[in-house]
């Protein structure tokens, strides 16, 4: 017991000097010429499996090789309605308008109108999967999609159930997926930060920033909030009449001075970091805005993703493919220059302004389906014609699905059988598990949410089980204590 | 195995009673359960240095490795940290200059005693027990919505903190202010400890969110008041300590029979919100507006006319919303009745209930049984168990968390964890020394840190220049230097107040809104709403005043590893990371600083430039300039503007870094 505290937790040796000077940086943002002092000292090789303390967000060997390195998770916030989308149920359709009894709330048995679909569906390409007229772009991408149709979750509420799904639990407080993938792997790209939101312009999602904090993990883990418009990331532009020039005189100043303080503290290890830091921040002024600027983009590619069509005028709701298109170029853009995880909301805000379509289903698809359509259908084509869509994992899915039976002209809440895709990196297109007649409940190859979790981390090149960091007494993992495990049916 | 276990499962009441009534079943093998026993003082070589027995312990570790405590620090390095630790504020040049022209030995003990006589002492060690108690302003979840007076709580832990109320009665106050012989409406406000934490509004499954909610008490009063992870036993046996899932329940027939958190309402006889007034005051308020809300009712169901009606109907909706002519508290209210019988839940699943245990303590550390009465008094039992020289973890928890506050680390790593999973102790006989002097000083938190500041060791040099002991200890576990810190965020803030003259000392209250930038709203899935703006000079208050909002954390608190207001924290993270450069570079609060700070400069330096960056350094470092320094800074003052370099002063490792 005396000797494990007894040393502290890096030999003192030169070469690990400095690696803790950039352990202690911790940033998702360590200068290349840096990291490239690392690699020649076996740092890289160093297994995932860190303790929280030590964890830092350098690059870090996955526990097998992983087929994706990136991950780009489209979150349909406030629950896309799996049968008008891929989950076509023709007994539902003929039974339109007939009573049933539903569990409409947890425990809450009432009866129901059942309510078809209004859309009509088709089998598409040579996985023949079916997709409804709502998505005409996608549908003409099936073949690349593996759709799982047999989620379920344990939540009925916004609030609880967009916190399991990015954080495997119920009560907020616990590190989101993109947290645990960089703690888990770090960053490839020492100039941008690891783990990236971007929200739509409508508002944020329920329960806000605790989608994406790290929880009981150091801030390092958490998301940075990447804006499409104004100030990519907070507090990024000097203030207004600053030139660059005159902030690089700053940070000289700053780090001059630091060193001078430094020169009488040998080995703080931190105050160089700190200096560090600083020297970063200026970089990222120059990389992140790089990112955003889609000027070096060929019409050809810009339109593939609808940047420029036009803001449709059915509905004044409604925002058309062009700020979700180039939000997912600009997530194209990140995960080509190594940043491990992107989430993309789309909807904000309340009732119609995202997919809780309480108020009337049809209304709301006419709203949502084309601004993620023609962007979706553009990015596995840009992935695909540029090599990257095999190591490139795209998740498409809500924190629940919604129910067969009506609300009004709308849908409510169902967490006990909803559809997710993926595509991209190590999974096999295809459709996987079954709800029910009615599309309500997961009935074959049912799987809850931390087994979707569990397959996110095993395309990484993650096991779940592995993956743990030690918290007040428990080793903590995103799948919970209940067995999770990888949905083998996803999987090339 | 799985055979054994069963029958155990069977039997373990029997067992477990025969057992008590025999005797004790102490678990002896890990430290932290074993009794705290007075160590007598090690005999060492160097005695010149031991100051207290603080130093009798440190120094017989270090002798044992060969090496030499660091010098003392500087009386500016000293006094310096003595304000970031007890207040959380940076010296006046003049308190820094007073100090070091003062070579009489008590001048350090007059430093530490007017430091703890100041209420910002309150503000600043009343934030640390915050984290521990996994403080918020709001529930959390979708709706998010504020919890009404919580900030009462917050007020009552610094007011606490500053009338040094005994740790002992801190925690029964906390525990079981309610039930207390001589309950005080200070002691009412203290229950406010099971009302902040997060809530769910609308739970999937209700009678899983009633077990949360008791999980919620039993994890954060095991962490911070035993230092332990008890709650880990919700679904099984603990892993690694000895507490098994009875242990747990046990622990939840303790609190069973307090009401679960509700919207709280002002009129009816709330479960959360106590009146801060006699009964008898209470109770004619609210005959009074019964009476009256039974007459409106009857009239407005009599009148036809219906604009009448609605006028009424407005009337009514006002009184109902009227609040008391007495100030409330967000307080803990037992049920009236007996409390429900508890049932072990199998798994930890509320559908799988299995036997019935009787409120009790954890097995392993204490033979005693709670006495009981039916209705209430439950708490009070936990209380005084917990609040109790024999307890072997209470005063071992609280001594190290001050310790862990004045050296950086606690003797303890692992301050909310003394179990096996936990760190053990750098200096075992150091920390049972501690709990029982702390014990025999009445329990008293400000005699603690006198006897911590008075020794040697706390006044090393942090300067971790002598290479023999840095190749030996570079973590400075052994203790032969004090630990340089980075100061949390809450420091950053208000001393960039301090020095830039702007900071507003009023206590209490609600709670501030800093104006936080649309960008950062935009988060929200309603953007602004439950955030306010208060006026500018508000916004100069103590961040300690900063509301708590769960899902809207002040970016530069986030940034900068605030606490997590989910669970309870012990031990904050410190971590470097790029964006915190970037909002004290750009962001809006520190131009404003950089802006006040260069007027107070002007104003008390005068033209000078050379003066300006004297003043400006002692304000912020307590010291003048180097002749380096002075000349970068008069260089960059030149070029560019005060302002600029005032930034640039607020930006130095030197201001967020306490020697």
Known sequence: MKSEIDHPPVAPCCGAKRRQFLWETGAGFTGLALSALLAGDGFFARHAVASGSAANVLPRAPHFAGKAKSVIFVFCYGGPPQMDLFDYKPELQQ????????????????????????????????????????????????????????????????????????????????????????????????????FVVMLDPRGGPISGAANWMSGYMPARYQATVLRTAGDPILDLSPVSGMSRAHQREQVDAINTLNAEHLRSRPGFSELQARIASYELAFQLQSTAPEVLDLAGEDLKTLDLYGVNDPKPTNHQLAMGPAHFGRQCLIARRLVERGVRFVQIYSGGGHFQENWDAHVNQEENLKIHCPEIDKPLAGLLTDLERRGMLDETLIVWGGEFGRQPVAQGPGRDHNPKGFTYWLAGGGVKPGSYGETDELGHEAVRKAHHVRDLHATILHLMGLNHHDLKYLYNGLDHRLTGVVPAEVIGGLLA | MQFHRSILLLLGLTLRSEASAAEPVMEQGHWAYRPVARPSLPRVRQRHWVTNPIDAFVIARLEASGLSPNRPATKRELIRRAYFDLIGLPPAPEAVAAFEADPSPAAWTRVIDGLLAQPQYGERWGRHWLDVVRYGQTNGYERDAEKPFAWRYRDYVIQALNLDVPYDRFVREQLAGDELPDASMASLVATGYYRVGAWDDEPDDKRLAEYDELDDFISTTGQAFLGSTIGCARCHDHKFDPFTQRDYYALVAIFHNVRPYAVPSFASDSPTLLPL?????????????????????????????????????????????????????????????????????????????????????????????????????????????????????????????????????????????????????????????????????????????RLIMQS????????????????????????????????????????????????????????????????????????????????????????????????????????????????????????????????????????????????????????????????????????????????????YLQERSLKGLCLVLLNLNEFVYVD
């Open chain 1, 95 to 194: 039974r339109d308008g007939q009573t049933i009894n539903l569990e409409i709330r947890r425990g809450s048995v009432k009866p129901g109108t059942l309510l078809a679909s209004r859309r009509s569906f088709k089998q598409y390409g040579q996985t023949g999967q079916w997709c409804s007229d709502a998505l005409p772009h996608l549908s003409q991408q099936m073949d690349k999609l593996a759709v799982i149709k047999s989620l379920y979750a344990d939540s009925f509420a916004h609030g609880s159930a967009m916190i399991q799904l990015n954080t495997g639990r119920i009560v907020q407080g616990h590190p989101s997926l993109g947290s645990w993938l960089a703690y888990g792997l770090g960053t490839q790209n020492q100039n941008l930060p690891s």
């Open chain 2, 277 to 449: 007034t006699t009964p008898e005051v209470a109770t004619r308020w609210q005959q009074e507006v019964r009476t009256r809300l039974a007459a409106l009712e009857a009239e407005m169901g009599s009148e036809q006319d219906s604009r009448k009606r609605e006028a009424l109907r407005r009337q009514l909706e006002e009184l109902r919303a009227n609040p008391p002519p007495f100030p409330l508290a967000l307080a803990v209210r037992d049920r009236p009745t007996q409390a429900p019988a508890t049932r072990l839940l199998v798994r930890g699943n509320p559908a799988n209930p299995g036997d019935e245990v009787r409120p009790g303590f954890p097995a392993s550390l204490t033979s005693e049984a709670p006495k009981l009465v039916p209705t209430s008094g439950r708490r009070l039992a936990l209380a005084e168990w917990i609040a109790s020289e024999a307890n072997p973890l209470t005063a071992r928890v609280i001594v190290n968390r001050t310790w862990r506050h004045h050296f950086g680390r606690g003797i303890v790593p692992t301050p909310n964890d003394f179990g096996r999973a936990g760190r053990p102790p750098s200096h075992p006989e150091l920390l049972d020394w501690l709990a029982s002097e702390f014990v025999v000083q009445g329990w008293s938190l400000k005699q603690l840190h």
């Open chain 2, 456 to 635: 040697s060791a706390y006044q090393m040099s942090s300067i971790a220049d002598n290479v023999p002991a840095r190749s030996v200890d570079e973590g400075n576990v052994r203790l032969w230097r004090q630990q340089l810190r980075r100061v949390e965020a809450e420091v950053i803030r208000d001393a960039a107040l301090a020095v830039s003259g702007q900071l507003n000392l009023s206590m209490g209250g609600r709670g501030i809104f800093p104006k936080l930038s649309r960008e950062v709203l935009a988060g929200q899935s309603r953007p602004g709403n439950g955030w306010e703006e208060s006026p500018p000079t508000e916004q100069s208050r103590r961040s300690v005043y900063l509301f708590v909002k769960r899902t809207l954390l002040v970016p530069l608190l986030e940034s900068f590893d605030f606490t997590n207001t989910t669970t309870p924290v012990g031990e904050r993270a410190s971590t470097t990371v790029a964006p915190q450069a970037l909002m004290l570079l750009n962001g809006e609060f520190f131009q404003q600083q950089a802006t006040a700070w260069a007027t107070r400069l002007q104003r008390e330096a005068g033209e000078s430039t050379f003066a300006q960056v004297e003043r400006a350094y002692r304000l912020a470092f307590g010291r003048s300039p180097s002749d380096t320094e002075q000349r970068i800074a008069l260089r």
